[in-house]
């Protein structure tokens, strides 16, 4: 059993990571011909195993294996394959090939699972190509909107729909349905921090998942001047007015560290380096995007509404004008106890006893549990952080996880909700 899982995690891994632009890292789009390279991979290896391969409209991809109850819900488990821009082997398709795994363990078994276990690999999981949260997972239970269909990918400009329609996809379908009823999900993913490589943890069970507040396309708007003949009163530098900001903000983070609540603050995409941009010169542009991460849904109120305070102040002091932009939010979302414990339990009959943790990340595990699903995820133990191209994971930490799921359910005769 553990040679079939691990050879499964192995393979997978190398046919997908096979598949990307060029450059450092890996880089799969989302909507992209690269990411439906890597689902068709997916659906080889499930037709391999005898698996039944669907798609729905959002190009969301389906490998059926029946179970012993067809009636009951099913049990669903994966991740995505689309990438940051240039980054690493793991976020996403590791889930993959554990789900894939997870299947070839029963099938090498001659049992069949309790309830048929379905394959899941979504589209367009990685918000940074669309500002649209959990894209793929979101139009697969219906709670993707119109609205949404318009927003303009980063790299070519062009819409979400346009990107849907090129790959096959059906946009219009989408929102007419039909679309999954509430079952259970599972989502294995790297851990996107240190906590269990400082621990020495192979994995463990997240409770639930951050939720964030962001604007994506803020500048600060100064005045050009040269840099030797400006004096400082006269000046409106942008580049002073950010790092104002950022020094307020960091304060405001700590503190709120302090009271007991949970919060991540990142000044992320900053750019100052436009042609207009040169030496002997005094900035007069400034672009960057700010992205608020909490468990807490007030603490990202209060931490809005002390960034924009803030920049009503240093836009007097300075004389500059901040444009914040639209601004886009996901909800902090709780996962599964119940389903968590079960999974818990079989781990610790194999001799793992898995820590409870938050997950900073957004995941697609979060956009089923807020459909009203029963979802769950497991972090993996990764050593170098995520979404660069230095991703680390141990195979032998995902056949362990793998093989607890085979655990937990290979005997259970009904694990309905």
């Given at each position: ?97 554990g789900a894939m795994a997870l299947a070839a363990a029963f099938v090498e078994s001659g049992k069949a699972p309790p309830v048929d276990l379905v394959v899941t690999v979504t589209r367009a999981e990685e918000s940074v190509w669309f500002p649209v949260s959990y894209i793929g997972s979101r139009a697969a239970l219906g709670r993707l909107t119109a609205a949404e269909m318009d927003a303009k990918r980063t790299d070519t400009g062009r819409t979400l729909a ?228 230095h991703e680390g994971m141990d195979a032998g930490d995902l056949a362990a996880a793998v093989g607890a799921l085979h655990a937990a359910w290979a005997e259970q005769k009904d694990i309905r909700a």
């Open positions: 059993m553990s040679s079939i899982i691990r050879g499964t995690i192995d393979r997978l891994l190398d046919r997908i990571n096979a598949i990307s632009a060029p450059g450092p890292g890996y880089t799969r789009p989302s909507y992209s011909p690269l990411e439906s390279q890597a689902h068709r991979v997916v659906a080889e290896e499930a037709a391999t195993l005898g698996l039944t391969v669907t798609k729905d409209a959002g190009l969301n991809l389906f490998a059926r294996l029946p179970g012993r109850d067809r009636n009951a819900p099913a049990l669903y488990i994966g991740s995505h394959v689309d990438t940051v821009p240039m980054g690493g082997a793991y976020d996403g398709a590791a889930g993959i090939a346009d990107h849907m329609r090129e790959e096959g996809g059906d946009p219009d379908a989408i929102l007419r349905g039909p679309h999954l009823t509430p079952a259970r999900f599972v989502e294995l993913h790297i851990e996107q921090g240190p906590v269990l490589e400082n621990a020495g943890e192979a994995f463990a069970v997240v409770h639930g998942v951050r939720g964030g507040l962001r604007y994506r396309e803020a500048r600060i708007d100064g005045t050009w001047a040269h840099s030797g003949g400006a004096p400082r009163a006269a000046r409106a530098d942008a580049v002073f007015a950010f790092a104002d900001l950022v020094v307020a903000m960091d304060k405001h983070w700590g503190e709120i560290l302090q009271e007991g609540h949970d919060l991540a603050v990142t000044f992320g995409r900053v750019d100052a380096a436009t042609p207009e941009h040169a030496f002997a010169k005094v900035p007069g542009r400034v672009d960057f995007c700010v992205d608020l991460r909490s468990d807490d849904p007030a603490v990202l109120e209060r931490m809005d509404g002390l960034l924009k305070a803030h920049i009503a102040v240093i836009e007097a002091a300075r004389g500059v004008r901040f444009v914040l932009g639209s601004q886009s939010r996901s909800q902090p979302t709780k996962l599964s106890l119940a389903l968590g414990d079960e999974i818990a339990a079989a781990s610790q009959n194999l001799g793992f006893t898995p820590r409870r943790m938050l997950s900073g990340g957004g995941h697609d595990a979060a956009a089923f549990a807020q459909a009203g699903w029963e979802s769950v995820m497991i972090f993996l133990r990764n050593w170098n952080g995520s979404h660069n191209p």
